[in-house]
């Protein structure tokens, strides 16, 4: 399995993981994050497929551009609706594990790459998966402590 075979199972696993989370969550604005991430894995998915196929591709398909901060709002405005317990806190933790480890896996093979271009690419995916895992830890924080969370996401 080459690294482009192998970032495209990363990424459909990942894409698998997020639509089960999504299905799981009772919260609307869970749902929704938890479905734009997976759409994000696609994404993350296709770029792979066209490397890979040699095809060209542009980066800016690749930012993550739903409005974070207004679905975290809509959690803050509903904490009072949502329940949750220590297994679904655990899965999201977990996530945030496959999202740093998704984004040292990209980050090596960008320093393998001697195409300036793959090499781009790999990084700006790296980069995106921060930003994942960054979304994820907001999740968390908003879980354990509906209270204090401020809804001050901005990737």
Known sequence: MNVYEYAMKVEKEGEAYYR???A????????R???M????????Y????????KEDMDLKDLDLITDTKTIFQTLADEKDNVTFDADQVQFYKDAITREKD????YAEKAEELDNEKQKKIF????????KHRQILEE?????EEPADCVASAEF
């Open 123 to 130: 990084l700006h995916v790296a980069k995106e998966e921060i």
């Open 37 to 44: 991430l997976a759409d994000e894995e696609v994404k993350h």
């Open 24 to 31: 799981a969550a009772t919260n609307s604005g869970l749902k």
């Open 46 to 53: 296709n770029v792979f497929k066209n490397m890979m196929k």
């Open 33 to 35: 994050i938890f479905t």
């Open 20 to 22: 089960e989370m999504a």
């Open 139 to 143: 999740i968390v924080t908003f879980l």
């Open 102 to 105: 998704s984004h040292d896996f």
